[in-house]
């Protein structure tokens, strides 16, 4: 069992709660059952929220900031055809259309802990595939230190962009590793249906243990480079939103405490958990940052 690779028959009260590290050590102790700390995060299952919640509350910028908007707004975008962008320090550069860009990569489910800097979380069953699959088909290049994404600036159809409230198109990036890593998805689907436009169609970057502003929706370009790219939030506001942006308890937003996060839906006192590092994925990411000052690169 891992963590990563649950499917919804996977998910039992019993299998969830338990990492892989904790299960081995559960069956050398011969019993699942007994004798497993399971801490604070006990309440929090990795049972997925229902499609209303996961598709009716959102940030979506470019579509108004309510968290309502993008579900009433989102729906005018035509993701098809849709052509995604290339360039950079790839062997296969090129303009794609996205079937042809995602070809024969099978897609799988991923159910994740979605947790957003504002200190609200979900679990969310996406349906997507690897990004180092499609990097690989792209061929990175040795030079390349860096993936830089963008969202689509569509003026007819997203009032947003229309306004100063970001500077569009909105950008985000990730370290090659980080690209690389078997947890970083591209999401084309939820709940084995094709992706809503309010969650990010058709095709979005999901990184479950980043702040949820770094999973950026409506993909249109990617780019291999090797400068640390430029990235919406971080450029808006350097000293509260970090190019990291890892999920961290012990780093405080300016304005709020990261420690603990409202579960949507869970009712207004039954509701905050404690918020793990790495949102939970630290066995599986960790490493990626060993020697880093994760509050100087926060
Ligand atoms: N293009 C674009 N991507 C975006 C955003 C946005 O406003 N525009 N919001 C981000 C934020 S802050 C979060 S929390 C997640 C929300 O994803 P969801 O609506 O699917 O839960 O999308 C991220 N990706
Ligand atoms: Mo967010």
Known sequence: MHMSNLTRADVTPEAIWMNR???IAAMG???????????????NTLEPHSWEQITGYNNFYEFGIGKDDPAKNAGA???????????GLVDNPGEFSLADLIGD?????????????EAWSMVIPWNGFEL???????GVKPEAKFVAFETAVLPDVMDGVNYPILDWPYREGLR????????????????????????????RLVVPWKYG???????????????????????????????????????????WSQASERVIGAGLFGGRIDTLPFNGYADQVASLYDGMDLRENF
């Open 105 to 117: 990569i099978p897609t799988e489910e991923r159910i994740y802990r979605f947790r957003c800097v």
């Open 213 to 255: 502003f770094k999973s950026i929706k409506s993909i249109v370009r990617m780019s291999l480079v090797e400068d640390q790219p430029h990235a919406t939030w971080q450029q808006t506001n350097p000293k509260e939103y970090g190019f990291y942006s890892n999920v961290n308890p012990d780093v405080d937003h300016p304005r």
């Open 176 to 203: 090659l590793d980080e690209a690389m890593h078997p947890l970083t998805i591209m999401a084309t689907g939820l709940y084995g249906k094709p992706i809503p436009n309010q969650n990010g169609a058709p095709m």
């Open 21 to 23: 590290r904790q299960i």
């Open 132 to 138: 180092n699959k499609l990097l690989a088909k792209v």
């Open 29 to 43: 102790a011969g019993s699942l059952a007994g004798g497993i700390g399971f801490g604070a995060r006990a309440q």
């Open 77 to 87: 975008m035509k993701t098809e055809p849709w052509t995604v962008k290339v360039d």
